[in-house]
């Protein structure tokens, strides 16, 4: 009886509320609030900046309380704003749950921009889009490669909607989906010459070592390893490119640190070769599918559950190949 009496209400209030309140200004309060400015909600909602002052300004006077402050630097919420932003997300998510309990998953439509990190791209971001593909065939992906850095930021200032990087990302209201798991590896062209191994950090730091752009976790973790062994000025190469640091790699620069994960080819055919340094374990990288939570979220966590699934079969494919 609770349940059914709950899903009475909601009905009720949906029958009710745009008597009282349009659920527009009540959809546009709550992307200025989130995204800062009357421009960047515009451009969300598809619409025009009067009419976003115009719906701020009704949704005001139907409520009697002053949401926003208004200077030269933008827009910020009032204490009462404040107070209200959490009904109106409510109110957001329910219309949103609502919408998607009276139609079919496959028929899930519109845009998603997703930003990936090419450790990814190059190893089951393809099998997710044919997935996606087959089981929302009206869903649309804006597909970005970059950074983990720079996905982050480019998900708090929601400008994509999914991420898969290097995570998790903790902050409010943002959700982590475990997706896999890469350790990283020591690699070399056979033509370069190092000498006997297990190789010491003292030799390894002689040359340049390739990795991951400077502002990522490997990148950092190496560093400070060649550091602490007294090589007091390493030089490294971190490039975003992974197919630019396995190109300097075979080309005989120096060492790299990478996940070998989608190196089977390189190395099978010897054009590469994992190496054994006297050195602490690199850490692994950890993969994660991050969204901001919101009633326009259901789409990237649909995208996100199909690739921790694509993940998982990624791997358990390659395990009887990996012996690691």
């Known amino acids: 009886m609770g349940r ?82 959490s009904h109106a997300e409510r109110m957001l998510q329910m219309r949103a749950d609502m919408m998607q309990a009276a139609r079919e998953q496959n028929v899930m439509s519109g845009t998603v921009r997703m930003g990936v990190a090419e450790t990814i ?14 089981a929302y065939p009206a869903l649309v992906l804006q ?19 999914l991420a898969f990087l290097m995570g998790p990302v903790r902050e409010a209201r943002v959700e982590n989906l475990p997706l896999c798991t890469y350790p990283l590896a020591w690699v070399a062209s056979p033509r370069l010459d190092l000498g006997p191994e297990p190789l010491t950090m003292e030799r390894i730091g002689q ?36 197919s630019m640091v396995v ?25 590469l070769r994992l190496l054994h340094v006297q050195a602490e374990p690199l850490p692994d990288l950890a993969f994660t599918a991050t969204w901001v939570e919101g009633p326009d979220s259901h789409a990237a966590r649909a995208i996100a559950r199909l690739a921790q699934r ?3 079969e990624h791997e358990r494919a390659r395990s009887p ?4």
């Open 4 to 85: 059914d009496a709950s899903a009475y209400n909601a009905v009720s209030l949906f029958r009710i509320l745009p008597q009282l309140i349009d659920l527009r200004h009540i959809e546009t309060f709550f992307w200025v609030a989130n995204l800062g400015s009357f421009r960047a909600a515009s451009e969300k909602l598809n619409t025009t900046q009067p009419a976003i002052s115009q719906r701020i300004a009704s949704l005001e006077g139907d409520l009697g309380v002053r949401l926003f402050e208004r200077d030269a630097r933008g827009v910020t919420l009032t204490g009462k704003g404040q107070e209200l932003l």
């Open 121 to 134: 791209v190059q190893t089951w971001l393809p099998a997710l889009i044919e997935h996606v593909h087959t």
């Open 143 to 161: 597909i970005e490669v970059d950074t983990t850095h720079v996905l982050r930021a480019q998900l708090l200032a929601r400008q994509i909607d």
């Open 207 to 242: 040359l340049p070592v390739i990795t991951y752009p400077s502002s990522s976790s490997p990148y950092r973790a190496v560093q400070d390893m060649l550091m602490r062994a007294g090589v007091a000025a390493p030089r490294m190469y971190g490039s975003a490119s992974l």
């Open 247 to 271: 190109r300097m790699t075979m080309d005989c620069i120096g060492t790299s640190v990478i996940a070998p994960v989608f190196l089977d080819k390189e190395l099978a055919r010897g054009e």
């Open 310 to 312: 694509i993940a998982a």
């Open 321 to 324: 190949r990996s012996g690691t």
